[in-house]
């Protein structure tokens, strides 16, 4: 069942048949805030006729055949192989260049194709490089598929700001900003098939000041902006109105400047009915006594940290600006004001990391099992770890990763060492996590290859197998091999093709680079 939290357009007048699509199953569409956002916008748009789809859609309202254009909205890098499968289902032209006149226009957007479109690109006619404002431009343009010929609406589209057309490419594609200062992006379909069943999420602010040198949010959403308090209030207000669900989204949440006032409102309300509330990660540095309370009252268990890297040396090498006293004082308040459990977020393979700084986590987490013992307290604690991804348009693009053997033996010695102390410890594949990084960093067109992929079982196997038949036929040097030891080279000094998108950073970027190099 899902519960509508806007007024529907009964009735309309549509010029074009959209699929609007997910690739991903129906409960993981439901728990994206963009996906639904953006559905949201060409709902309310009487011109547009617009239908969900996912991977897992049985039933069809609007025929295959019908269909002017289809829309993805992409999350991470593994979604394309999602997409491929898509198109071939419904037995829509893979590649651009091979759609004609009857043929849908398929476009997408999203964070992955806002960094680095090119491995992509020969699948879509479009991409929406900038926010939901570019995207709204492009589909008024869309609305004339009937009327203009394919490629007229192409060369229009290529006319706007913050959209790219690989077919008439421009030299520079600059993202386009939402203002969410008054218009928060919030939940307006709350489903109970929902991953999260019926909650409220609500966006208090977007992108991140720290900017840490590692983090694409951070820098592919200059300038971070915050909503205004009152608005934030109004949204809250709404959300409690269908359900007691309620989620605070964003890379800086604690560092809005009403943060504060929004958690004692927050909190009076959950004094005259329970509320649920979660907080998509708490910053150590940031984290007090009221805040936790709040969480407990709310019928939190347990919160999320992230220390990014594995000793001080490397925070402060990647600009995190967390010091270990921080983290201990955040986990004592967590411990004494009625948390149940703390979930640690770490990155490893970044960058100079070396086995010395493994062995100082390791100490720290000594640390915080003391204080859990002098505290006489039942705190659970367990640790999630991935590799290091370098990503375009970060100061750490052309940083290099650690060779597999050396991730592998510092996961697993990690793995040992936490066991002993009674943590719980997880760690991403690291061949899963090397394939994104080629996803996110791959020069040329990948499409060909990732069709392959999708046909012989889209596994990490077929993925491995495929990319050595690749790089031996064309006589290059295998992309997954990295130093045998973390010295030199640390970056390669290559300019990225995606360059072309201008993230409003690209002077600071270059500043930070001449630091490290």
Not at 459 to 482: A, D, P, V, Y
Request: charged share 30%.
């Amino acid at each position: 069942m899902e519960t509508f939290l806007y007024d529907r357009l009964m009735e309309k007048a549509p010029k074009i048949n959209l699929w609007w699509a997910y690739p991903a199953i129906y409960s993981f569409a439901m728990s994206s805030l963009g996906y639904l956002d953006i559905f949201k916008m060409m709902d309310l748009d009487p011109e547009l006729y617009v239908e969900r789809i996912y991977t897992d859609s049985k039933i069809i309202e609007i025929p295959y055949k019908d269909v002017d254009a289809m829309g993805f909205s992409v999350s991470f890098e593994l979604d394309i192989l999602s997409i491929i499968k898509m198109l071939k289902k419904y037995d829509f032209p893979l590649k651009s260049l091979n759609r004609g006149e009857d043929d849908p226009i398929i476009f997408a957007g999203g964070p992955v194709l806002m960094s680095n479109p090119v491995p992509f690109e020969n699948l879509f006619d479009f991409i929406s490089i900038g926010e939901k404002i570019s995207l709204k431009k492009a589909l008024d343009v869309l609305k004339n598929k009937r009327e203009k010929s394919r490629d007229e609406i192409l060369k229009e589209l290529s006319n706007l700001e913050g959209i790219y057309v690989p077919k008439y490419p421009k030299k520079e594609v600059k993202i386009e900003r939402d203002e969410i200062e008054n218009s928060p992006v919030c939940t307006p379909i709350l489903s109970e098939k929902s991953f999260f069943k019926d909650t409220f999420v609500l966006e208090l602010e977007r992108g991140c000041p720290k900017m840490c040198n590692f983090c694409l949010a951070s820098w592919l959403n200059l300038p971070t902006r915050f909503v205004k308090y009152e608005k934030i209030i109004e949204a809250i207000d709404l959300g409690l109105k269908y359900t007691d669900k309620l989620a605070l989204l964003g890379a800086y949440v604690a560092g809005h400047p009403d943060f504060d006032k929004i958690i004692s409102y927050i909190s009076k309300k959950c004094e005259q009915n329970p509320i649920e509330l979660s907080i998509s990660s708490l910053r150590a540095d940031l984290a007090d006594v009221e805040l936790i309370k709040t969480l407990v009252k709310c019928g939190q268990k347990t919160a999320t940290i992230a220390l990014e890297a594995a000793s001080q040396r490397l925070r402060d090498y990647i600009k995190k600006d967390l010091t270990e006293a921080q983290i201990l004082k955040t986990l004592d308040f967590a411990q004494k004001n009625g948390l149940k459990g703390m979930k640690i977020y770490a990155m490893l393979g970044l960058p100079t990391e070396t086995d010395d700084d493994i062995e100082e986590f390791i100490t720290l987490c000594q640390k915080i099992k003391k204080q859990i013992k002098e505290n006489k307290t039942q705190f659970d604690i367990t640790i999630s770890a991935s590799t290091f991804i370098p990503k375009p348009h970060t100061p750490f693009e052309n940083a290099i990763r650690h060779d597999k053997k050396i991730l592998e033996k510092r996961i697993n010695y990690l793995k040992k060492n936490l066991h002993k102390l009674g943590i719980t410890f997880r760690a991403s594949s690291v061949d899963w996590d090397d394939f994104q990084s080629i996803l996110s960093n791959y020069d040329d067109d990948l499409v060909d290859f990732l069709e392959q992929v999708v046909l012989e079982g889209g596994t990490i196997g077929t993925f491995k197998q495929l990319w050595r038949k690749k790089n031996k036929s064309e006589k290059k040097e295998k992309h997954t091999e990295k130093p045998a030891c973390f010295s030199l080279p640390l970056y390669n000094n290559k300019v990225l093709k995606c360059n072309f998108i201008n993230t409003n950073s690209n002077s600071l970027k270059l500043n930070r680079q001449k630091e490290l190099y």
